[in-house]
């Protein structure tokens, strides 16, 4: 563009207006004259300095870059422990902790092996390992966000903020300890950090849309997406070679270069250990509710149940490495359901080269991808599960499975439904809290 033509250096303001070139200089020559006057305004002697006006209006911009959530004010969470699905409602308190408190969250520390009592066997893996950063950050921008400790500046040092646990420590004590530490002295340290026994494990003050927001944003990295493409790749080609009728199954069966289409599978979160039968005998005796423990043959009867079933179909069960010998699983099954778990899918030497919660993320991804998901809905990974295929179903604009084939629908096997099959199974969207879904219960929305 010609200068010259538009906007001589002699008549810079009497330039037209319609010129871009024009409106860019005046827009300059404005905010020039505007910082003038603020250095002056800002100082008495009118001797601040120009790097010092530079940092705030930086930092103005910075404080406002992300919707409003703090960058230069964090959070500090204790390792996550538990279970998988445990570990992803806890790093959401965490987050939505962080989100009240106007502050980033920085990036936690999971817990890879499975240890409930046993605090200092617990083998911590960084967050990045399992879930990717950054695309956290982009996915979440504006609701939520992680920070690195590299970030931190050590300005104002870091404040403990004791959380409690057990009976005296209520939900109504939680919250109004985050309340008054939300614009309380507290708020003037850089860090605040949370200490207490597994702080975020106990108390929900949020929405389940707020819960579902922050799991949306959580993507598994690509190693761990990599490993489950190449367990549902084996379960879909061992269903088409069952379906072509061209021969027997092979565990190393190969259907590269088939023209068949893959076929549909059903994912069953089968919940028989030994020590979860234990655990849900007590839970029906004290919560009054007969519908939480279900047996191998009460399973296999309600999933053989299932209407639309198009035979043959293969059934991955989703079961503990304790039960892989367990061949009683295996047997049983409706004629045209032909059940597989990963020893004999010829997989568990993927799952073997990682820790506990590298398999329990492999195994969450084929049951979420799965064409049925079955599962308990006392079960926090069933009920995870179920919450991310709720949200997919609503994304196109699926509200209600009651009645009606859908795409994606679950079902809870613990809770038989007129015919003695397995409930079908939504998430209500618009519970108050999560305990539903942490807990579990028999009230469950199709």
């Avoid at 001589?8 to 009497?14: A, D, E, M, N, W």
């Avoid at 520390?109 to 990717?132: H, N």
């Avoid at 379906?243 to 549909?264: H, I, W």
């Amino acid at each position: 563009m010609d200068l010259s033509s538009n906007c001589k250096p002699s008549r810079v303001f009497g330039c037209h207006l319609t010129s871009v070139t024009c409106r860019c200089l005046a827009l300059v020559t404005i905010a020039l004259f505007f910082r003038v006057i603020l250095l002056h305004s800002f100082s008495a002697n009118g001797a601040i300095e120009w790097n010092n006006l530079d940092f705030i209006l930086s930092r103005s911009l910075l404080l406002n870059s992300d919707g409003g959530i703090r960058r230069d004010k964090f959070l500090d969470a204790p390792q996550i422990v538990w279970g998988l699905n445990n570990q992803k409602i806890a790093f959401a308190r965490a987050c939505l902790t962080a989100r009240m408190l106007n502050r980033t969250l920085l990036m936690p520390s999971l817990s890879a092996s499975l240890f409930y009592k046993e605090i200092d066997r617990l083998q911590p893996i960084s967050f990045d390992k399992v879930f990717q950063f950054d695309r956290f950050n982009s996915l979440c921008t504006g609701f939520v966000r992680l920070g690195r400790y590299s970030d931190l500046k050590n300005q104002s040092g870091i404040y403990d903020l004791q959380k409690g646990s057990g009976r005296k420590w209520t939900v109504e004590r939680d919250l109004e300890q985050l309340k008054r530490s939300s614009g309380g002295p507290a708020d003037k340290y850089e860090v605040i950090r949370i200490v207490g026994k597994n702080p975020f494990l106990w108390h929900d003050h949020w929405p389940a849309k707020d819960y579902a927001r922050v799991f949306e944003c959580l993507a598994l990295v690509d190693e761990i997406v990599k490993e489950a493409d190449k367990v549902v790749s084996k379960i879909r080609q061992i269903g088409t070679k069952l379906r072509s009728k061209t021969g027997p199954v092979e565990n190393n069966f190969d259907a590269e270069g088939s023209s068949l289409p893959p076929a549909p599978y059903v994912a069953v979160h089968m919940r028989v250990e030994i020590d979860w039968m234990i655990h849900c005998k007590k839970l029906e005796l004290r919560s009054g509710i007969s519908q939480i423990c279900s047996s191998k043959q009460e399973i296999m009867e309600r999933v053989g149940k299932i209407v639309s079933f198009e035979s043959p179909t293969v059934v991955y069960l989703a079961v503990a490495d304790s039960l892989l010998n367990d061949s009683s699983i295996l047997g049983g099954w409706k004629k045209g359901l032909l059940p597989f778990e990963k020893k004999k899918l010829g997989v568990d030497g993927i799952y073997k080269k990682y820790p506990y919660l590298i398999q329990s993320a492999i195994d969450y991804e084929v049951c979420s991808r799965a064409d049925i998901f079955v599962g308990n809905s006392f079960s926090t990974f069933s009920s995870i599960v179920v919450l991310e295929r709720t949200q997919k179903m609503i994304r196109i604009g699926t509200t209600s499975s009651c009645g009606i084939d859908v795409r994606w629908p679950s079902y809870a096997y613990n809770i038989p439904d007129e015919s003695n099959g397995p409930q079908k199974w939504m998430t209500n969207m618009s519970d108050s809290s999560l305990k539903a879904i942490s807990y579990g219960s028999n009230v469950i929305s199709c």
